[in-house]
C-alpha cells in the first residue's frame, strides 16, 4: 500500500492507494472518532460498493444518504438534502460523513461537513479516476449554481484519503477517459518526466493494468499534496491546478452540467490554453501537438462547442475565481512541464483561438 502524507500542520491527513482497500476496516475505522457514521453516495456506486463498506462497519451506527448521479446533482437542493437527513436522524457533531462516489459526491459531502454544526469529520472515498488522482485531495468542497460551477463552498480538509484502485474496473469508459484529463494536467503544468511516461504507458492504462494505474494515481496525489502543502487556499502557486479548467468551467455552465463531463471539459480547456500559449509565443507549436495527442489518444475532445460563441466564453471567464482586480487570469502552459499564470490574455487574443 503506498501512503501519502499530505501536511498541512493540525489539518494533515494521509491518502492510502492500492487495491482492496474496501476490505481494510483498520483503515476507516482508524479516522473515525465517534460512533456515528453517515455515508454519502449516489443511485450508481451504492449497488456497487455500499453494502461492502457498510458490512465492514458494523461496530459503527451507521445510515446513508444517496442523491441521484451527475454532475447536475451538485447543488444546494442535494446539499440541503444531506442537512435534512444529519437533522432528522440527529447527528451530532462527533459524527463522521464518509464521502463514497466521484468527484461530485467528494465535493457535495465535503461541503456538508464543513457546514453542518460548523464543522463535522469526513472521509474521502473516492470511486472514479478523477477523484481519485485529483478532487478527493486538497480540501476544495464545493456545490455549483447555474450561474457558476463551484462557487458556493469552502477549504475543508478531510481526514483521510481511501483510494481502492479496483473500483476503477466498474467505471465506464467515458468516466475513465474524462478523468485521465487531470491526469494528464499533472504532465503539463509540471512534471515532463510524468508527461512522457503517460505518452508511454497509453496502452497498460487503457487496459487497466493495476500497478500501472496505481503508480499513475500515487504520482498525480503526490504532485497535489504538495502543491496543496505549500499553498491551500489558492492564495498562489495552488492556482497552477486550475490549468484547462478556466475554459473547461465555461464549457459545462454554457453547456449545462453533465452534458460534457468535467474532464472533456478541461481536456478542451487544456488544448485551448495550449493555443493561446503558442498564440502569445509562450510554447511551441510541436509541443502543442504533444499535449493534444495525448488528449486525443483516451478520445477526448479538441475543440470547444460549435455553439459557444466568444461572448458565452467570457460571460463565464468574468466569474471565474482566479480573477483580481477586474483583470481575467489564465493558466498557461510555457512548455510541457511547466506553466504559470497570466493576467495579460486580451479579448483579441481570446478571439484568435476560438
Known sequence: MATIHLDLGARSYPIYIDSGLF?????FAK?????????VTNTVVAPLYLDKIKKKLTQFSLDEVILPDGEAEKSLANFERIMSHLLSNEHGRDTTLIALGGGVIGDITGFAAACYQRGIDFIQVPTTVLSQVDSSVG????????????????FYQPKAVIIDINSLSTLPVREFNAGMAEVIKYGILGDKSFFTWLENNIAAIKSNDKQTLSLMIEKCCQCKADIVASDETEAGVRALLNLGHTFGHAIEAEQGYGNWLHGEAVATGMVLAAKLAVAM????????????????AFDLPLIAPDSMSLDDFVRHIRRD????????????????GQSEIRDDVTIEMLQQIL
Open 23 to 27: 476490505e481494510r476496516t483498520d483503515l
Open 31 to 39: 479516522h473515525i472518532r465517534g460512533q456515528r457514521v453517515c455515508i
Open 139 to 154: 480540501g476544495k468542497t464545493a456545490v455549483n449554481h447555474p450561474l457558476g460551477k463551484n462557487m458556493i463552498g469552502a
Open 281 to 296: 509565443n509562450l510554447l511551441e507549436v510541436s509541443e502543442l501537438c504533444r499535449i493534444e495527442s495525448l488528449i486525443n
Open 321 to 336: 475565481k482566479k480573477n483580481i482586480g477586474g483583470k481575467l487570469r489564465f493558466i498557461i502552459p510555457t512548455g510541457i
